[in-house]
């Protein structure tokens, strides 16, 4: 495990795709780009995410799993769980929203996550953001939480102390998962033993959710379980849409799979 710390960064996650794809020998599994102050970062389908310089941790790491490419799509939540169970280690209340974030127990945002496939599929470059400490003028949007907000004063462990830890456990969470999907071959959707560890820490099952899919359309059901790959399969509430094709979904029993969509938790 190798990191890089950066004084400050447009995108760490853009500046290591760039690297590991030019110079991939250079960027083996686990080694990182680190910092606490970047400039230009994005999230899901490209929004913009910046904090203020010192309250946030931003790492992208190149991940080089044991794993056939089918099964990439899994490490966005692979790598959720293992956050989350670290920070519940500190005493933070986090829970997994799928597919990508993780809040704590008020709904309100604590980290965001991104993978991207590396264009010669040899790996991802999982990008992180973490909230740390915003200090005393607090959240910038009420939407969002820190660390700091869920430990007792003085607690915060260091950036460098907290990013080893996590990916310390997202290198044992990852060799689980991938050892999980060698013993028990074929199809791996939620109820898959290499599943375990996320469905176990996924608050968005059994929960009552919007789902904005690509088109800007809207789904409300309850999400009841994971499908093939990660995906979201969600019970309507409105039946009629299983009778009707609806953009961005497939259709698997009773249930709509979901495969790219933000999900607004409602209530469980």
């Known amino acids: 495990m190798t990191i890089t ?50 309250t946030a941790l931003s790492v992208s790491v190149v991940l080089r799993p044991d794993l056939p490419v089918e099964h990439f799509s899994w490490v966005t939540l692979v790598a959720a769980a293992a956050t989350c169970a670290e920070l519940r280690s500190l005493g933070v ?42 200090g005393p003028g607090g959240a910038p949007v009420p939407t969002a939480t820190s660390v700091a907000e869920w430990v007792p004063e003085g607690t915060v462990p260091s950036a460098p102390d907290l990013l080893d830890a996590v990916l310390g456990a997202l290198s044992e969470r990852l060799d689980d998962f991938s050892r999980a999907v060698r013993e028990h071959p074929g199809e791996v959707d939620g109820a898959h033993p290499a599943a375990a560890g996320v469905v176990g820490q996924l608050t968005t099952l059994g929960t009552e959710v919007t789902v904005h899919l690509p088109d800007e359309s809207r789904l409300t059901g309850t999400a009841r379980a994971l499908g093939p790959g990660g995906t979201l399969l969600v019970e309507p509430a409105d039946r009629g849409k299983m009778e009707t094709a609806v953009p961005g979904t497939t259709r698997r029993g009773d249930l709509l799979e979901v495969s790219a969509a933000d999900v607004v938790h409602l209530r469980r």
Not at 22 to 51: E, I
Not at 93 to 120: F, H, T, Y
Request: hydrophobic letters at 40%; one cysteine or more.
């Open 5 to 54: 710390w950066l004084e400050q960064a447009d995108s760490t996650q853009e500046q290591l795709i760039a690297q590991a794809s030019a110079q991939p020998d250079r960027w083996p599994h686990l080694s990182a780009l680190a910092t606490l102050d970047q400039r230009s970062g994005r999230g899901r389908r490209g929004r913009g995410w910046t904090t203020a310089p010192g």
């Open 93 to 134: 209340p986090a829970q997994v929203k799928w597919p990508n974030d993780l809040l704590a127990e008020d709904g309100r945002k604590l980290c965001g996550i991104l993978a991207s496939v590396l264009p010669d599929q040899s790996g991802i470059v999982l990008g992180l953001g973490l909230n740390l400490d915003f």
